[in-house]
């Protein structure tokens, strides 16, 4: 079991508890040698003319796939819960962290850290092992250093992503006055281009009553009462009694995940809804005879999208066109930590064959615009395996 159960102490800022070891203790020592050896045995695999990775480095990656707004300590707790968990008793009671809690919402909320744990296990080489030395300071700083490095690099999505909106934005008639790339203060419900894209599909922007209401925040008319906006739909328009339709399709969603994961470049060559890139954005990065540098995603070891990438970058589109003068977890009574679990239910949390089948087929949907050439390949491989199942 790790040693991060228990909560944060003013002594311990990480979140990381450990049991009190002394300087002789051959525990701690096997452990330290265990984690040494594992980072040897890492930089061995760097080859001879490469720098092993930081673990600043290693934790990039952290915010982008595995949660955006949980903290390390916190997964790590509750991987242990459920290891506890395996060695009681069948008839033994286990008491609820709170008890008045929605049960059906804590589990949800356990079962999606709990999948972020076994993404952070994947993403993070070493991290089990890390996490067996029994030095508190080393696994506060281990643990800090990867969290330093997942805000570093959202940081720098973020500076990335505002410039590259204000850019596509500034290139359709329809932006008056032009959008500085700079700065967000004007951007919002302020702004007409802005605030369409934020206003949710129940309400009809060019309605100069309703966006007037819309901007005073009158009474049933919250802009912030919906995560179905406009800047998430295909042409920016939904149906409010199928909200599905169209969900999670906008083009510049796309261009948002095509710009983090990729490359500025990639994004641009997608320029509308319709003309969206198909069959260039993985493909003309992986296979570019120019290519010299690797991209965001092939460092990540990222193959195809997933629901947690997504989530990502809708949150950064969706925050980077508001007003907001820095990174927050809530904005004029938006949500965004809602935003996101909201998004990563939508394909994980799904109730039912047919909202399945419905999730798999957007999911599906993403990865021919991100991935084309690799989802044809997967395509025309299964057709082969098929037809020689059929004739055997």
């Known amino acids: 079991m790790n040693s991060l159960n228990t909560a944060v102490t003013p002594s311990n800022s990480s979140g990381l508890s450990q049991r009190d070891q002394s300087p002789e203790d051959p525990s701690a020592e096997v452990a330290r040698l265990k984690c040494t050896i594992?980072?040897?045995?890492?930089?061995?695999?760097?080859?001879?003319?490469?720098?092993?990775?930081?673990?600043?480095t290693m934790g990039r990656g952290i915010r982008r796939i595995v949660a955006l707004f949980t903290e390390i300590p916190k997964l790590v707790r509750e991987s242990d819960r459920r290891e506890e968990l395996l060695t009681q008793d069948d008839d033994e009671d286990q008491e609820d962290d709170n008890p008045s809690c929605d049960t059906t919402k804590l589990?949800?909320?356990?079962?999606?850290?709990?999948?972020?744990?076994?993404?952070?296990?994947?993403?993070?080489?070493?991290f089990k092992t890390n996490l067996l030395n029994t030095d508190p300071v080393v696994v506060s700083t281990y643990i800090s250093s990867l969290?330093?490095?997942?805000?570093?690099?959202?940081?720098?999505?973020?500076?990335?992503?505002?410039?590259?909106?204000?850019?596509?934005?500034?290139?359709?008639?329809?932006?008056?006055p032009p959008i500085n790339p700079e700065d967000r203060s004007m951007r919002g419900l302020k702004h007409d281009t802005t605030?369409?894209?934020?206003?949710?599909?129940?309400?009809?922007?060019?309605?100069?009553?309703?966006?007037?209401?819309?901007r005073e925040g009158?009474?049933?008319?919250?802009?912030?009462?919906?995560?179905?906006?406009?800047?998430?739909?295909?042409?920016?328009?939904g149906d409010p009694q199928d909200v599905e339709k169209n969900f999670l399709r906008g083009y510049l969603l796309i261009k948002v995940y095509l710009a983090i994961f990729f490359s500025p470049s990639s994004a641009n060559r997608i320029t509308d809804d319709e003309h969206d890139g198909s069959g260039s954005p993985a493909s003309s990065t992986s296979g570019s005879s120019k290519a010299t540098k690797s991209t965001v995603a092939q460092r990540m070891h990222l193959e195809s999208v997933t629901p947690r990438s997504i989530a990502y970058?809708?949150?950064?589109?969706?925050?980077?066109?508001?007003?907001?003068?820095?990174?927050?977890?809530?904005?004029?009574?938006?949500?965004?930590?809602?935003l996101y679990?909201?998004?990563?239910?939508?394909?994980?949390?799904?109730?039912?064959?047919?909202?399945?089948?419905?999730?798999?087929?957007?999911?599906?949907?993403w990865n021919k615009k991100v991935f084309p050439v690799r989802e044809a390949a997967a395509a025309n491989a299964l057709a082969s395996i098929n037809k020689l199942k059929v004739q055997r």
């Open 38 to 56: 594992a980072e040897l045995h890492g930089n061995l695999n760097t080859g001879p003319n490469k720098r092993p990775t930081s673990t600043i």
């Open 107 to 126: 589990q949800r909320d356990r079962d999606q850290m709990y999948v972020a744990y076994q993404q952070l296990c994947l993403l993070v080489p070493n």
């Open 147 to 176: 969290t330093r490095g997942s805000n570093d690099a959202r940081g720098d999505d973020i500076n990335k992503v505002m410039k590259a909106v204000a850019n596509w934005l500034n290139q359709l008639p329809a932006t008056t």
């Open 195 to 214: 605030g369409w894209l934020l206003c949710p599909i129940e309400f009809n922007w060019d309605d100069e009553v309703v966006r007037a209401n819309l």
């Open 218 to 237: 009158a009474e049933g008319f919250n802009v912030s009462s919906s995560f179905f906006a406009r800047c998430f739909y295909k042409n920016g328009t």
């Open 313 to 338: 970058a809708a949150v950064l589109l969706h925050f980077l066109l508001t007003d907001a003068a820095h990174w927050k977890t809530t904005h004029n009574g938006f949500g965004y930590e809602h």
């Open 341 to 365: 679990n909201f998004i990563i239910d939508f394909f994980e949390d799904v109730d039912g064959d047919r909202a399945k089948e419905r999730a798999d087929t957007l999911l599906q949907w």
